[in-house]
């Protein structure tokens, strides 16, 4: 019967421990959440930011990129070779027949007349 009594006495020490252990995880966890709940609300009450100024802002007045010349040069450049290729995909897809050859070439007969040229017809009147 002692022998009996002594094991079930370890075996209440044993679940008494891991409680114990247990316990003390939960209170050193509620410990620090409560420091640091305590610290959230020192710092709301005075403002205090835990952000700290390494290094002061610098004003550059010159700007790094990109270079202003470049980027003229660059318009310009764009600007050129975009007026070069409307002139020349509008002369490769104009339709109208200018002159009486091409006239001839076109439907295979001769020309019978032209008419001349008049500056005054699609001006506007004023």
Do not use: C, W
Not at 9 to 29: G, H, N, P, S
Not at 38 to 52: G, L, P, T
Not at 81 to 101: F, L, M, N
Not at 107 to 118: K, S
């Amino acid at each position: 019967k002692n022998l009996n009594e002594l094991n079930n006495a370890e075996v209440r020490i044993d679940d008494l421990t891991r409680r114990v252990a247990v316990a003390e995880k939960q209170f050193f966890r509620y410990s620090d959440d409560l420091e640091q709940a305590r610290i959230d609300a020192e710092m709301e009450e005075q403002r205090i930011s835990n952000i700290s100024l390494v290094q002061p802002a610098a004003l550059i007045e010159k700007p790094i990129k990109p270079s202003k010349t470049l980027v003229a040069l660059g318009g310009l450049l764009l600007a050129i070779g975009g007026t070069i290729s409307i002139v020349v995909i509008s002369e490769k897809t104009d339709q109208r027949v200018r002159t009486p050859a091409a006239v001839e070439s076109l439907l295979g007969v001769p020309v019978m007349a032209t008419l001349p040229l008049d500056n005054r017809v699609g001006r506007l009147v004023g």
